[in-house]
């Protein structure tokens, strides 16, 4: 059988497929949703969601991710702010897994918020500690994940 599949496949009578493995996936994310959004997107792969730091920490020291997306503004009084990074906003996990080298090191990170200001001081940080980090802003990232981690 599989001599038969693979004639007609260099003859391009048949279509070849290759289903990824479902892979392990964190966001931190305030808003319900985008939680929704990447269910979505990530559908049949695990998807943990944290709203905050302290639940983003648990969940980073508890698992390994194969991505970790990451907000920076997580209360509405971040939304439009004139100040810049607190301990309650995503650069306080950003800052945080730099410190940790141990943990994450091998998950791909992409800072997806809106504020591309605290989203270029996240990718900084992570990078000045070895990390593989990106900001794509949220309008780009439904590609982008289709990109990576393509179904």
Do not use: C
Not at 9 to 36: C, M, Q, Y
Not at 74 to 89: C, K, Q, W
């Amino acid at each position: 059988m599989s001599i038969l599949r693979g004639v007609l496949s260099k003859l391009g009578l048949s279509s070849v497929s290759a289903e990824r493995h479902p892979i392990r996936v964190f966001l931190l994310d305030d808003d319900t949703r985008r939680h929704d959004w990447f269910a979505k997107r990530f559908d049949g792969d695990y998807l943990d969601v944290a709203e905050d730091v302290a639940g983003a920490q648990e969940l980073l020291t508890a698992n390994h991710y194969d991505a970790i997306f990451l907000d920076h503004d997580l209360l509405p009084e971040h939304y439009g702010s004139e100040s810049f990074d607190d301990e309650r906003t995503g650069y306080a996990v950003a800052l945080w897994l730099a410190s940790q080298p141990e943990l994450q090191r091998a998950s791909t990170i992409l800072v997806h918020t809106r504020n591309a200001d605290g989203a270029i001081r996240m990718v900084e940080e992570l990078r000045r500690a070895g990390r593989q980090a990106e900001y794509v802003p949220f309008p780009l990232l439904a590609q982008k994940i289709k990109n990576y981690w393509q179904r």
